[in-house]
């Protein structure tokens, strides 16, 4: 058996395409664009591509981008004063703080200064507890979108057994309350879950967010589960490489022949991470401006 790829490249671009639609009509009706504000604090490189990026797309969807770089040694009562200015920004309807940030800034303090009806990346305390209770709030963007990628494969995921394997705050917590939401039946595994293989083999849907290159085998699948493949893992470079492969948590090879459709790594998750976020932005806005937030987004 040959799994279905599941194309979260092609997915991604379609809800940029409709955001973008969206954020043209939030602008005639508003009178002014949606606006993602962006905080960088430092100079790692892998932070520093995803915030050009996320500038790029933002602009790009027909939303205005504000970036904020702070320098490395920014004080944590700077970066608070930073957050609270673009708190009080009618202009500002979403504000990321990238992470991680340097030791010296505390990431709980910095996160819960943003307001929650700001908070598009979902990571305010208030956020996870309307997640959790099953309110209106901001969902992290990632699960959010491993959420979209199984309801447009797989429809009703009611009765479904789900396992989802990892339990951080940004990725599997949230997961495993998606997919409850949705009326899965969930198991979270994790670091200490025994005879993970066996756990994973009652799965129609598997979601893996663990960060360990080509962990789940194909012998662990049942066959025909809806794999899910969070990890973004770089392989050692090969003889005559100059960087290594990126691979997911899942073995792809193995496991395509045995699932019955698969995220590959690239183009799976990965892509629609920024689109949501993009998504929830503008979600932000016509929430900020009191408007009706459009169903298709
Ligand atoms: P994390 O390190 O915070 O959490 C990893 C989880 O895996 C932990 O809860 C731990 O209990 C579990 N775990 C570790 N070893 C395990 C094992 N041997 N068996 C079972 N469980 C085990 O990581 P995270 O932030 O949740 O990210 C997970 C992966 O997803 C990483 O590869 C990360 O790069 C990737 N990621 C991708 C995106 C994206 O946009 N595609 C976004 C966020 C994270």
Redesign the pocket.
């Known amino acids: 058996m040959s799994a279905e790829i599941i194309d979260g490249k092609a997915f991604a671009a379609g809800l940029r395409e409709r955001v973008g639609t969206h954020a043209g009509d939030f602008e005639a009706k508003a009178g002014r664009k949606a606006g993602l504000a962006v905080v960088l604090v430092g100079e790692d490189p892998a932070s520093q591509v995803y915030v050009r990026s996320k500038g790029k797309q933002t602009v790009a969807a027909g939303m205005a981008s504000f970036e904020h770089k702070l320098p490395a040694d920014t004080s944590q009562s700077d970066l608070i004063a930073m957050v609270e200015q673009l708190n009080a920004d009618p202009g500002v309807d979403g504000i990321l703080v990238q992470l991680p940030l340097p030791d010296h800034l505390d990431e709980h303090t910095v996160i819960s200064t943003i307001s929650p009806d700001k908070d598009v990346d979902g990571f305010h305390v208030i956020n996870a507890g309307r997640l959790a209770v099953g309110q209106s709030g901001f969902v992290p ?2 699960p959010l ?1 491993c959420m979209m990628l199984l309801a447009d494969r797989m429809g009703d995921l009611s009765g479904k057994d789900a396992v989802v ?8 917590k949230p997961m495993a309350q998606l997919l409850l939401d949705a009326n899965a039946t969930v198991t979270i ?5 025994k005879d ?1 293989p066996e756990v994973v083999r009652r799965a129609d849907i598997v979601v893996a ?4 290159a080509e ?1 789940v085998k194909a012998e662990w699948l049942k066959p025909g589960a809806v794999v899910i493949d ?4 770089r392989l050692p470079p090969a003889d005559g490489e100059d960087k290594g492969k990126l691979v ?2 899942v073995d792809f090879g193995g496991a395509s022949e045995v699932a019955g459709a698969i995220t590959p790594v690239p183009g ?3 892509p ?2 920024i689109a949501v976020l993009l998504r929830n932005s503008l979600v932000a806005a016509y929430r900020n401006e009191g408007l009706d937030v459009p169903v298709d987004l």
Do not use: E, F, Q
């Open positions: 963007c990632t979108g394997i990892g339990r951080s705050n940004i990725v599997g595994a994790h670091s200490r879950t993970l967010a663990v960060g360990r962990m969070v990890g973004i893992n997911g948590d799976g998750v990965g629609m991470t």
